[in-house]
């Protein structure tokens, strides 16, 4: 038999587990509703904005930032730090990297100019001579066969000299990132073998055959003769 304080009391009871969920329902929200506001505030406390300005111009266009000290993210020409110290690295398409420190207690506007990736020069002469001198804008850069080198982005005169062969000299421009691949062809230089002796009269071989007697005067181009 159920009387009606028994079911009166089964209702009551009912009602109030409902509010006591509903009381945790709330609890939780509230709590998670502080969390995030405490967690944003937080966020705007400790993040640092900085306004990075890239140059030149062409630099800008392709700009790239990345942290390699810190913790931080970008937006633009815009960098977040999180924390008050790091670093970034500037890249950009043709140019070379380079880093930049964020301080929080410095200017929040930074400027940095990239340099330009020089382009790679390979040059070689025909015909080709260990001892060939190589010039650049009157300058001797090196002796050798072959000149392996880089040139910055502009406009250079190249020449390369030997004993036995006219200047050979060329104006060349170079551009960023670029290549110059190049054989400059030589020109032998003609003059006079002349030849003496005392007394007069000896017979001159040269590579292997008579040639004539002393004194001699022999045209000949430039070169080695035995």
């Known amino acids: ?16 587990k409902a509010k006591a969920r509903h009381r945790i329902a709330v609890t939780i929200v509230v709590v998670l509703g502080a969390a995030i506001i405490l967690g944003y505030l937080s966020w705007l406390f400790l993040v640092n904005g900085f306004k990075v300005k890239v140059l030149p111009a062409d630099a800008a266009a392709t700009q790239q930032f990345r942290f ?15 924390g008050t110290t790091g670093v970034i690295r500037v890249s950009a398409d043709k140019y070379q990297a380079q880093d930049l420190r964020l301080d929080v207690h410095g200017s929040q506007v930074l400027e940095v100019e990239l340099e330009p990736l ?44 030997h004993p036995y062969y006219q200047i050979a ?25 002349q030849i003496q002796t005392e007394p007069a009269g000896a ?19 430039g070169g080695d003769y035995h």
């Open 68 to 82: 390699i000290e810190g913790t931080g993210f970008s937006r633009g020409d815009s960098v977040f730090l999180l």
């Open 1 to 16: 038999v159920i009387s009606k304080e028994s079911g009166l009391n089964s209702i009551d009871a009912a009602i109030n």
């Open 118 to 161: 020089p382009a790679t020069v390979v040059l070689t002469t025909e015909p080709a001579h260990e001892d060939m001198e190589w010039w650049v804008d009157s300058t001797l850069v090196h002796t050798g066969a072959t000149l392996s080198t880089t040139f910055a982005p502009g406009q250079y005169q190249v020449a390369a000299q």
């Open 203 to 221: 017979s001159v071989y040269m590579e292997g055959s008579l040639v004539g007697q002393t004194p001699l005067s022999l045209p000949k181009q």
């Open 169 to 193: 000299q060329q104006t060349m421009t170079a551009e960023i990132a670029g290549e110059l691949q190049q054989q400059l062809t030589l020109q032998p230089i003609a003059g006079t073998l």
